[in-house]
């Protein structure tokens, strides 16, 4: 009597225990997959909002170079338009492309230039190096509006808007904003 009640109080699991703790263990593990899935989707806008973000910067110093390189000529910190055809920067939304000779991006001058790129490093890890990857920056735009202060007639308001296409994360946008005055 004694030898068959030590072995139904045997220890162990049962094979719905194993299941059941299989199928814990699945769902914790699937849900750090996913984890890392968005952690890597995350990771690559992130690196577009910085480009983003550097590209917006570029076209606001590009308009104060243009201010201080002539500065009799507050006419031209403007906008090109059919209303103002002095105006040295484009309106609306311009894809990315490399600065024309002038050296200022989002002008008029800038047209028929090629299109704008960043230089990754190759297989061999170096910059510089003949195998460099060039990354196109054709999924960005970038707006630059400048606009005419309404109560100060020698002060302009400047808007860069930056749009583009960041993976799962679909459309976004960076805008930057500053003034610039008729006085150096």
């Known amino acids: 009597m004694k030898d068959q009640n030590s072995r139904t109080s045997s220890k162990g699991f049962t ?5 059941v703790a299989m199928l814990v263990l699945m769902i914790g593990v699937l849900g750090l997959a996913a984890m890392l899935g968005d952690a890597m989707a995350y990771m690559q806008a992130s690196q577009n909002d910085f480009i983003a973000q550097q590209k917006a910067e570029e076209a606001a110093e590009a308009i104060f ?3 201080y390189n002539n500065p009799n000529n507050w006419a031209a910190i403007s906008n090109n338009t059919g209303a103002n055809p002095q105006g040295f920067f484009l309106l609306g939304p311009q894809p990315l492309l490399q600065p024309s000779p002038s050296g200022l991006v989002g ?3 800038d047209i028929g230039a090629p299109p704008e790129f960043i230089l990754l490093p190759g297989p061999d890890g170096m910059l510089g190096t003949v195998d460099d990857i060039q990354m196109p920056l054709s999924s960005f735009t ?11 007639a020698n002060l302009r308001n ?19 904003q500053t003034e610039i005055s008729a006085f150096n």
């Not at 094979?15 to 299941?19: D, I």
């Not at 970038?142 to 100060?152: F, L, Q």
């Open 15 to 19: 094979l719905l225990e194993t299941l």
């Open 65 to 67: 170079t243009a201010k």
């Open 107 to 109: 002008s008029v001058d």
């Open 158 to 176: 400047i808007t860069v808007t930056v749009n583009y296409t960041s993976g799962k994360f679909a459309n976004r946008s960076y805008v930057l």
């Open 142 to 152: 970038r707006t630059i509006a400048i606009t005419n202060d309404a109560t100060n």
